[in-house]
């Protein structure tokens, strides 16, 4: 079992910027692949930006150019950087760490509000 702790979210302005965070339990997060997914309102939970190993990086679409997902292994700690934020970006913020094995765990989410 790995337990995973998003943090950072808020209200924020749009054209503003706010980091999020997901610490896991485990201390082999480099045997994960990582990834971030946001659900907002009314729809599906969808996949913002994912990590496999140091340097395959995955972004949807719509975040390319503002977001930029990283992972601090020694920390076991995954980031996502988020800048240029637009209210359509408003959503729940889930981190998710996938094993070899195709099994997965899901963080509680946290909040992000943009305004416009």
């Known amino acids: 079992q790995v337990q995973l702790v998003e943090s950072g979210g808020g209200l924020v302005q749009a054209g503003g910027s706010l980091r999020l965070s997901c610490a896991a339990s485990?201390?082999?997060?480099?045997?994960?692949?990582m990834g971030w997914f946001r659900q907002g309102p009314g729809n599906q939970r969808d996949l913002v930006a994912r990590i496999i190993g140091r340097t395959s990086i995955r972004y949807a679409d719509s975040v390319k150019g503002r977001f930029t997902i990283s992972r601090d292994n020694a920390r076991n700690t995954l980031y996502l950087q988020m800048n240029s934020l637009k209210p359509e970006d408003t959503a729940v913020y889930y981190c998710?760490?996938?094993?070899?094995?195709?099994?997965?765990?899901w963080g509680q989410g946290t909040q992000v509000t943009v305004s416009s």
């Open positions: 485990t201390r082999a997060l480099n045997t994960y692949t």
């Open positions: 998710r760490a996938d094993q070899w094995d195709a099994s997965y765990y």
